[in-house]
């Protein structure tokens, strides 16, 4: 069974500029979710997709968005980059069913540096 | 706002000995993972710990939770070069008016192990 693929793995934006990123789930899996990982404040929560809607979203900014489409693929999008995006951007696939231990597995993620 | 906090933040063991790293969260919560991150790289999952007293061991790691004293316990034993890594347990919440989830992470116990 494949794994959650997630591209590009490596990208170099500029302050200003916008980014997509894309995620891949596990086949069957109906979640998908999005965290930030930095040096400074670890692992922080995004957003959680699941059959197209958002359920969930995190405390950042309106600047991150992100979306999902009826194959369960999502983009993140970032728009306005600032220097403090750079970071490690993981997707996390899941059934996302709370009936389940709804265990979530992580793709290789985006290193994103914005310059 | 849950809190999950680890400790130690950094360990420096020697090969063949044991050691315990702690992890305390702020609500309750009958649902707690483990991970594992090598440098550069994504999540691993290593272990899913479903309801109090739950135990789970693999290879040279054991983990364990306590839901109410909202602990839980990665244990390693005679460590191996090859725990080297950064660990990190998480906590997930679920919320019932969208039936969403999110994972919060501790900050990560970085392990090095020195021959």
């Known amino acids: 069974k494949a794994g959650v693929t997630q591209t590009p793995r490596y990208l170099i934006k500029t302050r200003g500029q916008q980014v997509t990123l894309s995620c891949s789930p596990i086949?069957?899996?109906?979640?998908v979710s999005w965290y930030q990982q930095t040096p400074g404040q670890g692992l922080q929560f995004l957003f959680e997709?699941?059959?197209?809607?958002?359920?969930n979203k995190g405390n950042f900014p309106g600047r991150f968005s992100g979306r999902q489409f009826s194959n369960s693929r999502s983009e993140m999008n970032v728009s306005t980059l600032e220097l403090g995006d750079s970071a490690l951007y993981l997707c996390?696939?899941?059934?996302?069913?709370?009936?389940?231990?709804?265990?979530?597995?992580f793709g290789p993620g985006t290193r994103l540096t914005v310059l | 706002e849950l809190k999950v906090e680890q400790n130690p933040l950094f360990l420096s063991m020697q090969e063949g000995k044991n050691y315990t790293i702690y992890c305390n969260y702020s609500?309750?919560?009958?649902?707690l993972y483990w991970y594992r991150q090598d440098p550069g790289k994504s999540l691993e999952s290593l272990f899913v710990?479903?309801?109090?007293?739950a135990v789970k061991q693999e290879g040279r790691l054991m983990a364990s939770l306590d839901t109410k004293a909202r602990l839980s316990t990665l244990h390693i034993t005679a460590a191996v070069h090859d725990l080297s890594a950064t660990y990190f347990c998480?906590?997930?919440?679920?919320?019932?008016?969208?039936?969403?989830?999110?994972?919060?992470f501790g900050e990560g116990t970085q392990l090095t192990v020195n021959p």
């Open positions: 996390a696939s899941s059934h996302g069913l709370a009936v389940t231990y709804n265990e979530q597995f």
């Open positions: 086949s069957g899996h109906r979640s």
């Open positions: 997709y699941f059959s197209e809607t958002q359920r």
């Open positions: 609500t309750t919560s009958d649902r």
């Open positions: 710990l479903l309801s109090n007293g």
């Open positions: 998480a906590v997930i919440q679920f919320f019932e008016e969208t039936s969403g989830s999110r994972l919060t």
